[in-house]
């Protein structure tokens, strides 16, 4: 069974500052999403990484995969308070599972000014 | 603009009563997902629709059914609600399952029950 861990569950930033979150997962898969979540709203779609070393970047957000590590990194480059939200990553189970999504627990972000 | 749309966004029933909740896509897609969220949890696969083949997680209790009459609509029917299904219940998308083929979600439906 697939399982994904994701840490810290929760995330006080300062504005200005640099910080991680870290998504591990269980068993080989080489299809990684990050998804953000605002209070009471549905999941957006951030990433999409589909290779061992893909990076993706958009504005102050940066996703990158190992799948060897099976690890990915959302990173936030110098906090604003609109980052505010919790961050999921989900991994897909691969063909024979329907690449279906197993969802991290989330990591709660809050920005501080 | 083509999109999943979800009714009604906010649903009170009552502890036992049959509730539906509604999934309609302008998308095409052929594969419809059901994902439960509880409260400050990660979002949780029901069960998914390949066109009109129904596929269950094993974990998902039968108090949960689901219809998919044509591919734009599908529904999700909770038989007796108890407390323990208050929750956010989040609709997806995706015009084929493998790789390459993103999920879209819905804007969800809470449902609380009293």
């Known amino acids: 069974e697939l399982k994904v861990e994701q840490n810290p569950l929760f995330l006080s930033m300062q504005e200005g500052k640099n910080y991680t979150i870290y998504c591990n997962y269980s068993t080989t898969s080489d299809r990684l999403y990050w998804y953000r979540q605002d209070p009471g709203k549905s999941l957006e779609s951030l990433f999409v990484l589909l290779s061992n070393g893909a990076v993706k970047q958009e504005g102050r957000l940066m996703a990158s995969l190992d799948t060897k590590a099976r690890l990915s990194t959302l990173h936030i480059t110098a906090a604003v308070h609109d980052l505010s939200a919790t961050y999921f990553c989900a991994v897909d189970r691969g063909e024979a599972a329907g690449n279906k999504l197993t969802f991290g627990g989330g990591t709660r972000v809050l920005v501080k000014p | 603009d083509a999109m999943v749309i979800q009714n009604p966004r906010y649903q009170v029933t009552q502890f036992g009563k049959p509730v539906t909740l509604s999934c309609s896509q302008t998308?095409?897609?052929?594969?419809m997902y059901w994902y439960q969220q509880k409260s400050s949890q990660a979002p949780k696969l029901l069960f998914h629709?390949?066109?009109?083949?129904?596929?269950n997680e094993a974990d998902t209790p039968d108090n949960f059914q689901s219809r998919r009459p044509n591919t734009s609509f599908c529904f999700l029917d909770i038989r007796s609600p108890g407390l323990g299904d208050a929750a956010m219940y989040l609709c997806?998308?995706?015009?084929?399952?493998?790789?390459?083929?993103?999920?879209?979600f819905g804007p969800g439906t809470r449902l609380t029950v009293t």
């Open positions: 998308l095409n897609h052929n594969v």
């Open positions: 629709y390949y066109d009109k083949d129904f596929n």
């Open positions: 997806a998308t995706s015009r084929e399952t493998g790789r390459y083929y993103e999920q879209y």
